[in-house]
């Protein structure tokens, strides 16, 4: 794959991902938009690069944008926690991963990446295969799964004496990690307006904690509120080391992507964990 030109590597995986996502066989496609199976195939194995047609209409089909696809090699549709994609796609979820649907897919793409940084592509295939997932889910950037599938990674990776919460910061602020907020980021060249934007999207990563953010002359300030009803679900430790990563990856995500210098302070207070930002 590495000699592949990237359109046809984008192309496949979000092909295969996005016909598993709409619940169809690849005879099943093949027959709704009258496509030979053989051709279909190919192109989910990158063997073949599909015509523009085809992408059109399989993007159509699907209900996702195909130029975005195409840059991104995400299927990225910026949905708010609403409906659960598993129920009607072909997708292996264990109900392990079902209960709490408090995280996105957009979520786990650092800490995917810090893994096969770190210990290889096998390696993550071999972990996705071990907790029953289909590694094309990984490539879908709206789809929701529990908390406890991040935290059977991380254990996962302890094992494989890769400790996460130590590494993925800067996976955590990489601006690829984001999908289609990428652009939006790219264009805020201030640390107050990055972390507004930032806390703002939060909706379309995770819902374990909530955010807060406010400003005045001098400073802007973000509250990480720990949502009450997951802690039904979780020990309430692993919830304060989720808030506790989330601060510190915005705070990495600042120090990479915003020109000015700030001063930063991160406090906590009773159950809330507040970072503020204060021009340098």
Known sequence: MVN?????????????????????????????????????????????EPSAGDWFRFCQYIGIDAHRTLNLGYIDGRQRFKDKLFSQTLFKLPLRYKKDFSLKIRELLPFRECIIAHLGEASWLEVVSQM?????????????????????IMIWAEGQGLSLLEKVQPYSADLKMHGSFKSDYAKKKYSGDLLKSISEHQIHYQRVVDLDYSHNSD???????????LEDFFDQSMLEQF???????????????????????IIKKGDVLRLTLKSA
């Open 132 to 152: 029953g997932l289909d590694p094309e889910m990984f490539y879908i950037l709206d789809f929701q799964v529990s908390m406890t599938l991040l935290s059977d």
């Open 219 to 229: 400073s802007s300030s973000v509250d990480f509120n720990i949502r009450n009803e």
């Open 4 to 48: 592949l030109p990237l359109e046809r590597v984008h192309i496949g995986r979000t092909w295969k991902a996005g016909r598993l996502l709409a619940g169809k066989t690849q005879s099943q496609l093949a027959k709704e938009l009258s496509i030979p199976q053989s051709s279909i195939s190919k192109y989910e194995n990158m063997g073949l």
């Open 243 to 265: 808030q506790v990563y989330k601060a510190q990856s915005f705070l990495s995500f600042l120090e990479k992507n915003s020109e000015d210098q700030f001063l930063v302070e």
